[in-house]
């Protein structure tokens, strides 16, 4: 890139492209205060004549002339007009006006960047991901728009704020225009959608781009309201680090005294910390803590441990003499994903003093927590992205090292990484605090990081696992699998294909597809131009009676369990997940879903079979003489629902312990005869298909008519139970008309 950079011209391929306006130059004010970046010049902007170039603000200007540049100059208030300059990422008009590639980008970028830091905008606005790329953002726009981030360039400091192209807001402003209305079914039930309600991804992403327009339109009126009255950029560079800094990589006492007397220059009132492992977790038999660093965001100590390079005399004495009593004098400590560091250093602590001490008796605050209160989970936590929303600093780059490989890398190096990530932390946390206190949410995220101490335990206790067990289910499991897919190799359906083309593989979806498509000629899996053999479109074929596709799916349950629960238990696991000492360490996650609801991986044990094949959880044990005792909050969503609303018909149910669902699949079961046929006069069963289906989509905000669908009722019949149900509930109506008034379309939608 940088070789591209310093050819420009020369390298790139649009020089040698026949265009009318080559080398297109930006236009608009010369002292702007917003500068708008878009990706290329279209076939209308290299074209136009310049006599014919409009006016806009009093200059004239060309790009942005064809429809985008209409949609995007009708939003910009008059007044702003003239403190405008235009400009693309590219200078010339690619071929058949394709976008533009990244040798074009990195050919064109000096011009641009020149530009830039010549005209000296208070704001740049990057209109697609093109323009977004050029500052150095992955991710895309979808991520980053609503947003804004400093960015400096040859001195010269903005704010950054991306959003779509116009191009892409037209083009689905039209395409929104052709399409129905979407309602999505019940989480969890995507066999509900019925009466033309389609459930595919595809469908969902089009709810998705119908908001688009209008989140465009929020982020240029933020713009617009912004432009006049920003602040001043704090921009951060690789030379505002480490100019206190004091590393160490091993000796006897006289080092261990040196660390000492370097770690009390530390202001204890909130010290970051950070490790450096070679492997993920600490309870491997050969997992290497390699280094730790610790700073007050002024004055930074990093410490070579289990490196090769490291020469301690003791690595136990840096621990008990230096570490330890350092780490439980300090007010807080603040780190970025803290639960990793806490469970390393808590690990690594253990044999001089309690867990507990190190988790629970010294508080700690967390970088990432913050960002995901003020964000939510969408990608953009890791620390590089925070650096660059908070400093505009490509925060990763300045290390330069390979970080998969730190145990083989020169120990200095790492230090010099592990003390600038630490470095950062403290001013990290404090721009992200008066952010989160901006945004009301300061309680939310003292809230939110209360759990990670007992998150940590959770994980270091870990749970035993029963091998015997695990080993004699996935023979049971096995043997089914064998006869089932016997049964599945005698099924007509499967003989039939063999005659035509051989052996069925039935965990080939293109094979499936000649099954199902070509041969019986299902129509279940059509979607526009494609076939799918998903679980949903077999559970559809199936339900018609195809015997072929219920045994296709048996086949693809016990593989399930046998594959995902059983195997990586057992020794010789190709992705094993017992640890040394006989025990699952489970990852939890405290920023991994959008709800703030804790999450679970390598295993997931928030998913381990609960109704069917509950067999499963024996393969867990508590151990001789104890007892696993399992736990759930009861109604914890229609609580929350009753918490919001104050509704009280939902209130005094919840306080006299009446079952609503059972209410209401009793009246709809009085009002249409069929829904309680269809379950086999199972009420239990209606029960829970009502909850799902009626009560909670609707306290959602769910059409009358797509739940009408979902429960497979003719509208007439269901219309006057609906009216009902909101003239019991008026409460919960009213507060989430409030709620959706409110909220309306935010930054994480």
Request: overall charge positive; aromatic content about 8%.
């Amino acid at each position: 890139v940088e070789y591209l950079r310093g050819k420009g011209c020369d390298a790139c391929p649009l020089a040698r492209v026949s265009v009318s306006t080559p080398k297109m130059e930006p236009t608009g004010a010369t002292a702007p205060s917003l500068y708008i970046l878009g990706e290329a010049p279209g076939k209308m902007e290299d074209e136009t004549p310049e006599n014919y170039l409009p006016k806009f603000g009093g200059h004239r200007i060309r790009q942005f002339l064809g429809k985008a540049g209409q949609r995007l100059r009708r939003e910009i208030p008059d007044e702003l007009a003239a403190e405008i300059r235009w400009n693309n990422t590219v200078n010339d008009r690619p071929p058949e006006n394709r976008t533009p590639t990244t040798i074009e980008q990195a050919c064109c970028s000096p011009r641009v960047r020149a530009d830039i830091a010549a005209s000296k905008p208070r704001a740049v606005l990057a209109l697609g991901n093109l323009p977004l790329a050029f500052f150095g953002a992955v991710g895309g726009v979808n991520k980053w728009r609503g947003r804004r981030f400093p960015y400096a360039i040859d001195g010269h400091a903005f704010w950054v704020y991306p959003t779509f192209h116009p191009s892409y807001v037209i083009r689905i402003e039209g395409m929104v225009s052709q399409r129905r209305e979407f309602s999505p079914p019940p989480a969890g039930n995507p066999e509900a959608a019925h009466g033309g309600v389609k459930s595919d991804a595809r469908q969902y992403a089009s709810q998705m781009d119908k908001d688009r327009p209008v989140l465009f339109d929020r982020d240029l009126a933020r713009v617009w309201r912004d432009v006049a009255t920003l602040p001043e950029p704090k921009i951060l560079t690789e030379a505002d680090f480490l100019k206190d800094y004091q590393a160490f990589q091993g000796g006897g006492n006289e080092a261990r005294a040196a660390l000492t007397k370097a770690l009390d220059r530390l202001d204890r009132k909130r010290v970051a910390l950070d490790v450096e492992p070679h492997r993920l977790r600490p309870y491997y038999a050969d997992a290497k803590l390699l280094t730790i660093a610790l700073s007050d965001g002024v004055k930074t100590v990093a410490i070579g441990l289990e490196h090769q390079q490291a020469k301690w005399d003791s690595v136990k004495l840096v621990w008990s003499e230096v570490l330890v009593p350092f780490i439980l004098s300090c007010k807080r400590l603040v780190a970025h994903r803290a639960m990793f560091d806490m469970e390393w250093t808590a690990s690594r602590a253990e044999p001089f003093t309690k867990p507990s001490q190190i988790l629970f008796d010294v508080p700690w605050d967390d970088t990432q927590a913050q960002g995901y209160v003020i964000d939510g989970e969408n990608g953009m936590l890791s620390l590089d992205t925070r650096m660059l929303l908070n400093f505009g600093i490509h925060f990763k780059a300045i290390s330069g090292i390979d970080t998969s490989r730190l145990a083989q890398t020169n120990l200095s190096d790492v230090l010099r990484y592990n003390a600038i990530d630490t470095e950062a932390l403290p001013g990290l946390f404090a721009a992200q605090r008066s952010e989160l206190k901006r945004l009301g949410q300061w309680e939310a995220y003292l809230f939110h990081i209360q759990r990670l101490p007992a998150l940590v335990m959770a994980q270091r206790r870990g749970v035993l696992v029963d091998t015997e067990e695990a080993t004699r289910q996935r023979a049971a499991l096995e043997i089914k699998v064998r006869t089932t897919e016997a049964e599945l190799a005698a099924d007509a359906d499967v003989l039939r294909y063999r005659k035509t083309y051989g052996d069925l593989n039935y965990g080939s979806p293109k094979q499936l597809t000649t099954l199902y498509r070509d041969c019986l000629k299902r129509p279940e899996g059509v979607r526009g131009d494609k076939y799918s053999t998903d679980e949903e479109v077999l559970t559809a074929i199936a339900n018609a009676g195809v015997t072929s596709a219920a045994k296709i799916l048996d086949l693809r349950g016990l593989n399930k369990l046998i594959g995902t629960y059983l195997s990586p238990l057992l020794p010789g696991a190709k992705d094993p997940i017992v640890y040394p000492d006989g025990r699952v360490h489970t990852s939890f996650s405290d920023t991994g879903t959008d709800t703030s609801r804790v999450s679970s991986s390598d295993p997931n044990l928030l998913n381990l079979p609960s109704r069917e094949h509950s067999e499963i959880r024996s393969t867990m044990t508590a151990g001789p003489n104890r007892r696993l005792l399992a736990c759930d909050q009861g109604q914890i969503e229609y609580r929350v629902i009753a918490n919001l609303s104050g509704d009280p018909v939902i209130c005094k149910a919840i306080a006299e312990g009446y079952d609503v669902h059972m209410e209401w699949a009793q009246r709809l079961a009085k009002a249409y005869p069929p829904l309680l046929r269809r379950v086999d006069g199972n009420m239990k069963s209606l029960r829970s298909a009502v909850k799902n289906l009626f009560v909670f989509p609707a306290f959602y905000r769910a059409a009358e008519k797509s739940i009408a669908g979902y429960l497979e009722i003719p509208a007439e019949i269901f219309r006057p139970e609906f009216k009902a149900f909101w003239r019991i509930f008026s409460g919960v109506h009213h507060a989430s008309k409030v709620v959706e008034r409110s909220v309306g379309l935010t930054r994480a939608h």
